[in-house]
């Protein structure tokens, strides 16, 4: 029930099949090592499972094209979806 209350609020819903790309960034340790935050594939996971419950897509079933990366700097999280034509 409430994911189809989500979906009826979102403004755009894109058309499948979908491309996204995907940047993660955190804040840089104190020493020099690589991020210990967490796998790369469980972000992008827990990615296309709220887009997909925002109604931003239909289901990550359609996305036929996904890069992601992890990088220093300002803790944010950047997300690029497109329609992909076919």
């Given at each position: 029930?409430?994911?189809?209350?989500?979906?009826?609020?979102?403004?755009?819903?894109?058309?499948?099949?979908?491309?996204?790309?995907?940047?993660?960034?955190?804040?840089?340790?104190?020493?020099?090592?690589?991020?210990?935050?967490?796998?790369?594939?469980?972000?992008?996971?827990?990615?296309?499972?709220?887009?997909?419950h925002s109604g931003v897509i239909e289901d990550d079933?359609?996305?036929?094209?996904?890069?992601?990366?992890?990088?220093?700097?300002?803790?944010?999280?950047?997300?690029?979806?497109?329609?992909?034509?076919?």
């Amino acid at each position: 029930m409430a994911e189809k209350s989500l979906r009826s609020q979102c403004p755009v819903q894109l058309e499948p099949p979908y491309k996204i790309e995907a940047s993660f960034y955190f804040t840089p340790p104190k020493e020099k090592s690589w991020p210990r935050t967490g796998d790369v594939d469980k972000f992008c996971r827990a990615l296309l499972d709220a887009l997909t419950h925002s109604g931003v897509i239909e289901d990550d079933r359609h996305v036929i094209e996904l890069s992601a990366v992890k990088r220093y700097g300002d803790p944010r999280t950047e997300v690029t979806v497109e329609e992909v034509d076919h």
